[in-house]
């Protein structure tokens, strides 16, 4: 059974930074693709980031530029570094890890506070 772990969330003024981080186990086999998605009340989950086992990324438009969604496949961890955060990318974000032979997994998701 894979689990993801994420870290990383917070309280954030405008404009400033946040990094979070999923940690997957449990699986002998590399997640093929890994990323992060978002909810905020009201709202349906969106796709914020996610990053491929080659290497291959793709973002929403709303954070491009801002956020960096990385890997590190020795460590079975995704990262999301968050700069110029704004009022509207409060939410709660969620881990996804979606594997070829055992499906997609989700986080239990971390709260995401921008505010002055």
């Known amino acids: 059974q894979v689990q993801l772990v994420e870290s990383g969330g917070g309280l954030v003024q405008p404009g400033g930074s946040l990094r979070l981080s999923c940690a997957a186990s449990?699986?002998?086999?590399?997640?093929?693709?890994m990323g992060w998605f978002r909810q905020a009340p009201g709202k349906q989950r969106e796709l914020v980031a996610r990053?491929?086992?080659?290497?291959?990324?793709n973002y929403a438009d709303s954070v491009k530029g801002r956020f960096t969604i990385s890997r590190d496949d020795a460590k079975n961890t995704v990262y999301l570094q968050m700069n110029s955060l704004k009022f509207e990318d409060t939410a709660v974000y969620y881990c996804?890890?979606?594997?070829?032979?055992?499906?997609?997994?989700w986080g239990q998701g971390t709260q995401v506070t921008v505010s002055s």
């Open positions: 990053v491929f086992s080659g290497g291959t990324t």
């Open positions: 449990g699986s002998r086999f590399r997640a093929n693709a």
């Open positions: 996804k890890a979606e594997y070829l032979v055992l499906g997609a997994y």
